[in-house]
């Protein structure tokens, strides 16, 4: 030790000294003990990076001794000295984590001193068990909390959110040695610091400040000592803890029973056959045939023939070390059964909790989070109290009102967006990617718990609780992204990362799913899901004419050709179920283009497909029209037969439809995979994500689980089938029976590694029950497939050695060589042999790690020269070794980066340019023309050199037809007659349904709704209204919409029926339909989110707020609505569907009402 280190530790335990001592069983302060006490404070402030002083703190006992002490005996007379001791035990109690800069160290001296912190720290933790000590923390904080909120100061507000935090430290600290070793029903110290909380009153207090609206700046601090408190508990045992079985749970114990005999039993049976006559040392001699040893000749066997299964080679190998950063995480979840009476006092907690505080301390909770008011990763406190109270309400008394916050559209989508950070972060921050994994774990578990309550409220007796499941049920399974989540999380499993505990709750979890959405689409029929899709617009070049026309072909020409297709089209029409197209949409409810217009389109689709012959395309696009518009009779009746069908395609092969063909073909859309992929590929390419629905197929979605990566975390988990319980065994055998079943993909199951998990279940004598037969009844038929396949291709004794892609899965079954001439058949893309697919590979290891574009760096070096970029990167994604194409993005290419570099010249080119056509329509298009440089650039290098102050007035103006302008153009005399017959139409059209509303005074209208009855909720859905489209105004970059009021509860439906709320919507700037075609009230543009907000307030009851003064110039027409622009035309969310689609999923805006309108139903 230094001289200087000698002087420190002197002046220490000088003041340590100075602080009081024991005298015949009492303690004695120094009247310098205040002093004393900031000193420590002063001190700990100055050490070094090993916690010195605080390492000497803890050696001489201080806080035990001295700090402690003062709290009981001097805590509730001197104030001064009590709130300088907690300030210093709060800074002794901090965790050894934080204290070393949030890390663990790697050195060994350091690590050594981090290692002494921890044992201090559970050192106080044992001297905390002191009842007199909890009971002067109790008493303080009942005096703070009794003060109302104007009386209190701001010192008491820190003073009470430092005793939070010292209790939180306090239950923060780890489990010793001694505690982990306790056996159930036995007090740990953690127990017995929750006991004295109990008996002091804390935990009253705790729920006091959790359901307090005056205490919400404490929450997350309450949240996180709540969850601390029930730490190493379970929601199973605290749910049935002090409460006599029911008859399931002794069902479920004897079961549990019965299998742990029958497996003794099994165990004892296979050993009394190991038993034999003779002595051990005259086991004899044999010789086992089929069994070579290192010669030619059979295996001599010298032992018992009872332990010949057991003979192995590999018996004395050295096995092969794995290095210390792969080996496999084994993470294991530590729980402990407390004794009885701590179990009830946290059972009682548990109830009174989600009573009265759950709801209203999550909802504050969120918010700080959303806020980012609150520390840093303490989303895992909010993610773990809504997986444990949830799972305990569903167990205890299941009550979805008591839970409603966190059972919400919003907050599937809350989870999943912490899902996505936290895997990005585990594969990013690779120092804490085992971290950033317990993380994903936590946030896994949650979203697993949500699918379990969703569950658990379609099965309840209320048709309440069971409508407000199916409309958060419809929009989970409506978004591709929750879809889309659970294979990803499959395939992006690692288990130097993951532990296998995360691998079971990822199985259970996408078996909940999976098997609700069968039995959702089995409920419901038909069912239509969103699909998110990439369009990719090609811009042309300046000084290329392209044709807009389609070359022209005569009479013979047509016949001939339709000749040629009479036969595959008929060969079709009289097998339906060889008609099969992936993406076939002749109709988008949320597209802008008007119906008429988008049958159009469908009928030059289905020309375009036949002339191209694709005639699986035209067939499919013909039949789904039909569907979509069976009035009409454009695609033909219901019944219609195939010869009738055949001669409507004719008709549609001949028809004349070349003009305009191929006026919308800027549009370039992939396959599954292109739309997928492809990023801006190209400069003059710019790329939209489109939004379409189509009908859910559960086959193609059972599909994307047919992936080896998928199979390996099955196969990895099946290996611990003995330590498994039944209900995962059984998520295990399920998905591999659908990959292998339902999906026909049996093959991906032929490996070396399944094989042998095979044979030891066979082998283990413990499987030889009934609770392990449908595991041994799935290998069975799995082995019989295999030899099946044997007989016809003996070759795949080579093919269990690796793991296999779809198509290796198909050859192995039909015959190596069918998937090439199926996929040529069917789809016609272009198909990758093996050698090409290694080279593929080998190209891509060699500069995945280098500069610039690894597309770019690979294309020159392949063989073959015609590959395209696209193709390549279709091929990367199929072979698993990238996920989507911005991983293939390292750099920017040389072409792109002379782009976007601009010279003097350039710039003032460009100046030129915008004085030259800053008034057209198209500022940034005109430019382009002149400039070889993308869109994005200019409109970017415009607002940087401050000629644009917004980039939204570089968009293209679009120009509207007037009524005199169509008027105009037939001439003079067919004018005048245009004219007479406009009024003549204006004059017997009908008149608009709200023809007869008129404007009042805001404030007597609302005065006059607040005395109806049932009145309030549509107000303040109607606030809810005005405030999200305020929050959609202010966030959307496009021009904004008329937002429709979508009513989903009865009393909105009856409010917008009645005359006064009518005219208070109108008054207000909520107009009426305007015609048949619309049937909901709307939002009109011309509120500004100021407005709305204002207006927001004027309807708060307790605000009292003034309402604005609002010019609207929109009036409804006194004759027929909306007519040739005689009133003012609002963008509209598609409200006219066909009658095929009139049960789809909500569109737009609709469906954003109905996904936020969830939470309301619980309301009622």
């Known amino acids: 030790m230094t001289q200087t280190g000698k002087l420190i530790y002197t002046e220490l335990q000088s003041i340590a000294n100075g602080i009081g001592k024991f005298h015949n069983g009492d303690y004695i302060r120094e009247q310098d003990a205040v002093d004393c006490v900031k000193d420590l404070i002063k001190s700990l402030r100055r050490e070094n990076e090993t916690c010195n002083i605080r390492r000497f703190l803890g050696q001489a006992q201080v806080l035990q001794e001295d700090l402690v002490p003062l709290i009981v005996y001097y805590?509730?007379?001197?104030?001064?000295?009590?709130?300088?001791?907690?300030?210093?035990?709060?800074?002794?109690?901090?965790?050894?984590?934080?204290?070393?800069?949030?890390?663990?160290?790697?050195?060994?001296?350091?690590?050594?001193?981090?290692?002494?912190?921890?044992?201090?720290?559970?050192?106080?933790?044992?001297?905390?068990?002191?009842?007199?000590?909890?009971?002067?923390?109790?008493?303080?904080?009942?005096?703070?909390?009794?003060?109302?909120?104007?009386?209190?100061?701001?010192?008491?507000?820190?003073?009470?959110?430092r005793l939070l935090v010292l209790l939180r430290n306090i239950l923060h600290v780890a489990a010793t040695d001694v505690d982990r070793l306790r056996t159930d029903d036995d007090a740990s110290t953690h127990d017995q610091i929750v006991w004295q909380m109990h008996?002091?009153?804390?935990?009253?207090?705790?729920?006091?400040?959790?359901?307090?609206?005056?205490?919400?700046?404490?929450?997350?601090?309450?949240?996180?000592?709540?969850?601390?408190?029930?730490?190493?508990?379970?929601?199973?045992?605290?749910?049935?803890?002090?409460?006599?079985?029911?008859?399931?749970?002794?069902?479920?114990?004897?079961?549990?029973?019965?299998?742990?005999?029958?497996?003794?039993?099994?165990?004892?049976?296979?050993?009394?056959?190991?038993?034999?006559?003779?002595?051990?040392?005259?086991?004899?001699?044999?010789?086992?045939?089929?069994?070579?040893?290192?010669?030619?000749?059979?295996?001599?066997y010298h032992k018992p023939l009872s332990e010949v299964k057991q003979h192995s080679f590999d018996v004395g190998k050295k096995s092969r070390k794995t290095p210390k950063n792969r080996q496999p995480i084994e993470g294991e979840e530590v729980t402990r059964r407390s004794t009885l009476s701590i179990r009830v006092c946290l059972k009682e907690f548990c109830v009174e909790f989600i009573k009265n505080c759950y709801n209203p301390l999550m909802r504050a909770v969120k918010s700080a989070l959303e806020r980012e008011s609150s520390q840093e990763n303490d989303e895992t406190y909010y993610l773990w109290s809504t997986r444990f109270f949830m799972q305990f309400q569903r167990l205890y008394h299941f009550d979805v009102e008591l839970v409603r916050e966190t059972v919400t559209v919003q907050e599937f989508n809350y989870v999943y967006r912490i899902l996505l950070n936290h895997l990005d972060m585990m594969m990013v921050d690779r120092k804490d990617a085992i971290i950033w994994a317990k993380r994903l774990h936590l946030a896994l578990r949650t979203f697993k718990e949500l699918l379990e309550t969703l569950q658990a409220m379609s099965n309840s007796r209320s048709s309440q609780v069971r409508n407000s499941a199916k409309v958060i049920q419809q929009n989970v399974f409506y978004m591709q992204e929750y879809r889309d989540l659970l294979p990803f999380l499959l395939k992006k499993f690692n288990n130097t990362r993951n532990s296998k505990l995360y691998a079971k709750d990822l199985v259970e979890t996408t078996h909940i799913y999976v098997r609700a959405m069968e039995k959702w689409c089995a409920t419901q029929g038909k069912v239509l899901v969103q699909r998110k899709r990439k369009v990719v617009k090609r811009r042309k070049a300046a000084n290329t004419p392209i044709s807009t026309e389609t070359p022209q072909h005569s009479q013979e020409e047509l016949e001939e050709k339709w000749n040629i297709l009479s036969d595959e089209l008929s060969d079709l029409l009289q097998d339906v179920q060889e008609v099969v197209s992936d993406d076939v949409t002749p109709f988008d409810a949320t597209s802008e283009v008007s119906i008429d217009e988008q049958r159009l389109e469908c009928v030059k689709s289905i020309y375009t497909a036949l002339h191209s012959s694709e005639c699986t395309k035209a067939i499919a696009l013909l039949r789904a029209a039909r569907e979509v518009w069976p009035?009409?009779?454009?695609?033909?009746?219901?019944?219609?037969?195939?010869?009738?069908?055949?001669?409507?395609?004719?008709?549609?092969?001949?028809?004349?439809?070349?003009?305009?063909?191929?006026?919308?073909?800027?549009?370039?859309?992939?396959?599954?995979?292109?739309?997928?992929?492809?990023?801006?590929?190209?400069?003059?390419?710019?790329?939209?994500?489109?939004?379409?629905?189509?009908?859910?197929?559960?086959?193609?979605?059972?599909?994307?689980?047919?992936?080896?990566?998928?199979?390996?975390?099955?196969?990895?988990?099946?290996?611990?089938?003995?330590?498994?319980?039944?209900?995962?065994?059984?998520?295990?055998?399920?998905?591999?029976?659908?990959?292998?079943?339902?999906?026909?993909?049996?093959?991906?199951?032929?490996?070396?590694?399944?094989?042998?998990?095979f044979q030891k279940i066979f082998n283990d004598d413990s499987t030889k029950t009934s609770h392990f037969a449908e595991l041994k009844t799935f290998a069975t038929y799995v082995l019989r497939q295999f030899f099946k396949c044997v007989e016809k291709t003996p070759k795949v004794y080579v093919e269990m050695l690796f793991w296999k892609n779809a198509k290796e899965c198909v050859e192995i079954v039909d015959g190596y060589g069918t998937y090439k001439s199926q996929s040529a058949r069917n789809f016609g893309k272009i198909l990758w042999t093996e050698e090409q697919e290694m080279e593929l590979k080998q190209l891509y290891e060699e500069h995945k790690d280098g500069e610039g574009d690894i597309v770019d760096n690979i294309l020159p070096h392949l063989i073959d020269t015609s590959r395209t970029r696209r193709q390549v990167v279709r091929q990367l994604i199929l072979m698993d070794l990238v996920t989507n194409s911005k991983q293939l993005k390292k750099g920017i290419s040389g072409r792109q980066t002379n782009r976007q570099t601009w010279s003097e010249e350039a710039v003032e080119e460009l100046r030129t340019l915008y004085e030259m056509h800053q008034h057209d329509d198209d500022v940034a298009g005109e430019i382009m023309l002149k400039l070889d440089r993308p869109r994005r650039h200019i409109v970017n290098k415009l607002v940087e050199l401050g000629l644009v102050e917004d980039r939204k007035l570089l968009r293209k103006k679009r120009k509207r037809k007037s009524v005199q302008k169509e008027a105009g153009s037939s001439g003079g005399g067919d004018s005048s007659s245009s004219e007479e017959e406009s009024d003549t139409e204006l004059a017997s059209a009908p008149t608009h349904p709200f023809s007869g509303l008129e404007r009042g005074d805001p404030l007597e209208l609302l005065s006059q709704l607040r005395e109806m009855p049932s009145m309030e909720l549509s107000l303040?859905?109607?606030?809810?209204?005005?405030?999200?489209?305020?929050?959609?105004?202010?966030?959307?970059?496009?021009?904004?919409?008329?937002?429709?009021?979508?009513?989903?509860?009865?009393?909105?439906?009856?409010?917008?029926?009645?005359?006064?709320?009518?005219?208070?919507?109108?008054?207000?700037?909520?107009?009426?339909?305007?015609?048949?075609?619309?049937?909901?009230?709307?939002?009109?543009?011309?509120?500004?989110?100021?407005?709305?907000?204002?207006?927001?307030?004027?309807?708060?009851?307790?605000?009292?707020?003034?309402?604005?003064?609002?010019?609207?110039?929109?009036?409804?027409?006194?004759?027929?609505?909306?007519?040739?622009?005689?009133?003012?035309?609002?963008?509209?969310?598609a409200n006219a569907k066909p009658k095929a689609t009139q049960r789809r999923k909500p569109a737009a805006k609709d469906s954003m009402e109905l996904e936020r309108s969830v939470e309301f139903h619980f309301l009622m």
């Not at 907690?86 to 790697?106: D, G």
């Not at 292109?674 to 629905?693: A, F, N, S, W």
């Not at 689980?705 to 330590?723: A, C, D, H, I």
């Not at 009851?1101 to 609505?1121: C, H, K, M, T, V």
Request: charge should be negative; proline fraction near 3%.
């Open 75 to 161: 805590g509730r007379a001197d104030e001064e000295l009590f709130e300088v001791t907690i300030r210093c035990l709060m800074n002794l109690t901090q965790p050894a984590r934080i204290v070393f800069k949030n890390e663990v160290p790697q050195d060994q001296s350091t690590r050594h001193c981090y290692i002494q912190v921890e044992e201090y720290l559970q050192e106080y933790k044992q001297a905390f068990v002191n009842e007199q000590f909890l009971k002067v923390l109790s008493e303080k904080l009942a005096y703070f909390l009794e003060l109302s909120w104007e009386e209190r100061s701001e010192d008491q507000n820190v003073l009470i959110e």
């Open 199 to 300: 008996q002091t009153g804390l935990d009253k207090l705790i729920l006091y400040i959790a359901s307090s609206d005056d205490e919400r700046r404490f929450a997350i601090h309450v949240l996180e000592i709540i969850s601390l408190m029930f730490r190493d508990q379970t929601p199973e045992q605290l749910s049935s803890a002090g409460a006599s079985r029911s008859r399931r749970e002794k069902e479920r114990d004897e079961q549990e029973l019965a299998r742990i005999t029958d497996m003794e039993r099994a165990k004892k049976q296979s050993q009394l056959l190991r038993l034999t006559t003779r002595h051990s040392r005259f086991g004899g001699t044999f010789v086992v045939k089929g069994m070579k040893s290192i010669s030619d000749k059979d295996v001599i």
């Open 631 to 757: 009035d009409n009779g454009e695609f033909g009746a219901l019944d219609i037969s195939a010869e009738d069908e055949f001669m409507l395609l004719r008709e549609v092969f001949l028809a004349d439809l070349s003009q305009g063909q191929t006026e919308g073909n800027d549009n370039v859309e992939g396959d599954d995979y292109g739309d997928e992929v492809l990023e801006e590929e190209m400069e003059g390419v710019e790329e939209q994500e489109v939004t379409q629905e189509l009908e859910f197929d559960f086959r193609k979605f059972l599909m994307t689980f047919s992936s080896p990566k998928v199979v390996q975390v099955y196969t990895l988990l099946l290996t611990l089938y003995r330590n498994n319980d039944g209900h995962t065994n059984h998520c295990i055998v399920k998905m591999l029976h659908r990959i292998a079943v339902q999906n026909g993909m049996v093959a991906l199951l032929f490996q070396l590694s399944v094989f042998r998990t």
């Open 1020 to 1133: 303040n859905w109607l606030r809810r209204s005005f405030n999200r489209t305020a929050d959609d105004r202010e966030d959307e970059d496009e021009e904004p919409e008329a937002t429709p009021l979508i009513p989903l509860m009865e009393e909105c439906e009856v409010a917008l029926q009645n005359a006064v709320f009518q005219k208070f919507l109108y008054t207000v700037g909520v107009n009426p339909p305007v015609d048949e075609q619309e049937q909901f009230w709307r939002i009109s543009l011309e509120l500004s989110p100021g407005v709305l907000r204002q207006l927001d307030a004027a309807l708060d009851p307790e605000s009292g707020g003034e309402f604005p003064r609002l010019d609207l110039q929109y009036n409804i027409p006194s004759g027929s609505a909306s007519r040739n622009g005689k009133c003012r035309k609002q963008k509209r969310v």
